[in-house]
């Protein structure tokens, strides 16, 4: 990775994620038993994955990486982090090859940095840690062939952090670790600066400054808000009105730029125009996650005995975990780790890591609160109650060919 500019005072801290799952066709209990196939839409009227995938590709990877590109060319200052996990890299293997090529032609410019994760986007740490640890094994694998780089800093799923994951990460040789800079963690702190974690001896922690993310990835168009229209101009000078903080952490999903808030609202523009008004000012740059860990000291000590994420207004796992069904399934699909494993078989085995996506639990939420609205939105099925009998009619297919096999569940 290439160096900061030296002396630099204040950073921005642009990190974007991408994901896709392979969701779950509608699978009925009369394909149990007579067809494995749990992620082929086609068999029904829902899109299919391949067809999500290269929609996707179409209004987010490519325009948002064409223009990435051009910044990055012309801005030797400009930086980007970014995690990609590996159902997502499968499927543009599959389905988009020329996406594919564009995210490798942004890492190909030495200013991004690639993330490391669970390569199925699953919630395996507080489940399995020899699962967790394969999936993470298996994305950093994954990344080393497609990118060239070997991840230095790591993000758990939905950003779900505590204790014992900095403590995991820290022994595992990571140099920095990323969280949701939530309120009650921080106390009277800010997200504004790099801080290291409770026992931990090495490690350093990012914290999302939700804030001034979520303006960009949720507030950007929304006419109603008080803010809008949001400018590059505007962002930055609430950025250069903070003269003690050194990183501002601006996390978000990939699919922000095109997807989730479309062309037409002037997303793209935001992007084009933000590197020259932050760079403007003398002193401002732009780092990666490493870098920004290299350059400032920890702040102070954060500790986080209980598991937060970036989800939801609890920002806890009670998006994933919170009802009946959801601890259900996935209590269901963990018992079957050592039958699974231990009779190698590939498919089987890759079958039952794609459903320990978080997505699909994320499906089964029936939190209709506060926060219903966006949980609707990612869903494709129509209840939560369609995810989890879709969820549990392959399980039980798993458990057919367990079985078959001879192993007794």
């Given at each position: 990775?290439?160096?900061?500019?030296?002396?630099?005072?204040?950073?921005?801290?642009?990190?974007?994620?991408?994901?896709?799952?392979?969701?779950?066709?509608?699978?009925?209990?009369?394909?149990?038993?007579?067809?494995?196939?749990?992620?082929?839409?086609?068999?029904?009227?829902?899109?299919?994955?391949?067809?999500?995938?290269?929609?996707?590709?179409?209004?987010?990877?490519?325009?948002?990486?064409?223009?990435?590109?051009?910044?990055?060319?012309?801005?030797?200052?400009?930086?980007?982090?970014?995690?990609?996990?590996?159902?997502?890299?499968?499927?543009?293997?599959?389905?988009?090859?020329?996406?594919?090529?564009?995210?490798?032609?942004?890492?190909?410019?030495?200013?991004?940095?690639?993330?490391?994760?669970?390569?199925?986007?699953?919630?395996?740490?507080?489940?399995?840690?020899?699962?967790?640890?394969?999936?993470?094994?298996?994305?950093?694998?994954?990344?080393?062939?497609?990118?060239?780089?070997?991840?230095?800093?790591?993000?758990?799923?939905?950003?779900?952090?505590?204790?014992?994951?900095?403590?995991?990460?820290?022994?595992?040789?990571?140099?920095?670790?990323?969280?949701?800079?939530?309120?009650?963690?921080?106390?009277?702190?800010?997200?504004?600066?790099?801080?290291?974690?409770?026992?931990?001896?090495?490690?350093?922690?990012?914290?999302?400054?939700?804030?001034?993310?979520?303006?960009?990835?949720?507030?950007?168009?929304?006419?109603?808000?008080?803010?809008?229209?949001?400018?590059?101009?505007?962002?930055?000078?609430?950025?250069?009105?903070?003269?003690?903080?050194?990183?501002?952490?601006?996390?978000?999903?990939?699919?922000?730029?095109?997807?989730?808030?479309?062309?037409?609202?002037?997303?793209?523009?935001?992007?084009?125009?933000?590197?020259?008004?932050?760079?403007?000012?003398?002193?401002?740059?732009?780092?990666?996650?490493?870098?920004?860990?290299?350059?400032?000291?920890?702040?102070?000590?954060?500790?986080?005995?209980?598991?937060?994420?970036?989800?939801?207004?609890?920002?806890?796992?009670?998006?994933?975990?919170?009802?009946?069904m959801q601890q259900e399934s996935i209590h269901a699909l963990y018992s079957l780790q050592?039958?699974?494993?231990?009779?190698?078989?590939?498919?089987?085995?890759?079958?039952?890591?794609?459903?320990?996506?978080?997505?699909?639990?994320?499906?089964?939420?029936?939190?209709?609160?506060?926060?219903?609205?966006?949980?609707?939105?990612?869903?494709?099925?129509?209840?939560?109650?369609?995810?989890?009998?879709?969820?549990?009619?392959?399980?039980?297919?798993?458990?057919?060919?367990?079985?078959?096999?001879?192993?007794?569940?």
């Amino acid at each position: 990775m290439t160096t900061p500019a030296a002396g630099a005072k204040k950073a921005i801290v642009l990190y974007l994620h991408v994901h896709q799952p392979y969701r779950i066709r509608h699978y009925t209990i009369f394909d149990a038993g007579q067809n494995h196939d749990y992620f082929d839409a086609a068999y029904d009227s829902r899109e299919s994955n391949e067809r999500i995938l290269q929609k996707v590709a179409e209004s987010s990877y490519l325009p948002t990486n064409a223009r990435l590109l051009e910044l990055l060319n012309k801005n030797p200052q400009f930086k980007v982090s970014m995690s990609i996990t590996g159902t997502v890299l499968e499927q543009l293997e599959k389905w988009s090859p020329a996406a594919l090529q564009s995210f490798k032609d942004i890492v190909a410019t030495g200013q991004v940095e690639i993330v490391a994760e669970t390569y199925h986007h699953s919630l395996a740490f507080f489940y399995s840690r020899a699962e967790f640890e394969m999936q993470v094994r298996m994305h950093r694998e994954k990344v080393q062939q497609l990118f060239g780089q070997t991840p230095q800093v790591f993000r758990n799923t939905e950003l779900a952090y505590n204790n014992d994951l900095a403590y995991w990460a820290d022994k595992a040789g990571y140099k920095g670790i990323l969280a949701e800079g939530w309120d009650k963690v921080l106390d009277w702190r800010s997200p504004n600066f790099v801080y290291r974690p409770t026992y931990t001896n090495n490690i350093r922690l990012l914290m999302k400054n939700y804030r001034l993310s979520d303006d960009i990835a949720f507030r950007f168009g929304n006419q109603d808000w008080e803010q809008w229209p949001l400018t590059a101009d505007k962002f930055t000078s609430w950025l250069n009105a903070e003269p003690e903080a050194t990183n501002f952490n601006l996390f978000m999903d990939y699919e922000t730029f095109g997807e989730h808030q479309w062309d037409e609202s002037g997303i793209f523009k935001f992007l084009e125009y933000l590197p020259q008004e932050w760079l403007r000012t003398p002193g401002n740059t732009f780092m990666t996650v490493s870098e920004a860990i290299d350059s400032f000291d920890a702040r102070d000590e954060i500790n986080v005995p209980d598991t937060i994420t970036w989800a939801d207004t609890e920002r806890d796992l009670s998006a994933w975990l919170g009802n009946a069904m959801q601890q259900e399934s996935i209590h269901a699909l963990y018992s079957l780790q050592g039958r699974i494993i231990a009779t190698n078989d590939l498919a089987l085995i890759e079958d039952w890591r794609r459903l320990q996506t978080s997505d699909h639990f994320y499906y089964m939420c029936t939190k209709w609160f506060n926060d219903g609205d966006i949980h609707a939105y990612f869903s494709p099925y129509a209840t939560p109650y369609e995810a989890f009998i879709n969820f549990m009619n392959s399980y039980h297919d798993l458990t057919f060919r367990l079985r078959e096999q001879g192993v007794t569940v």
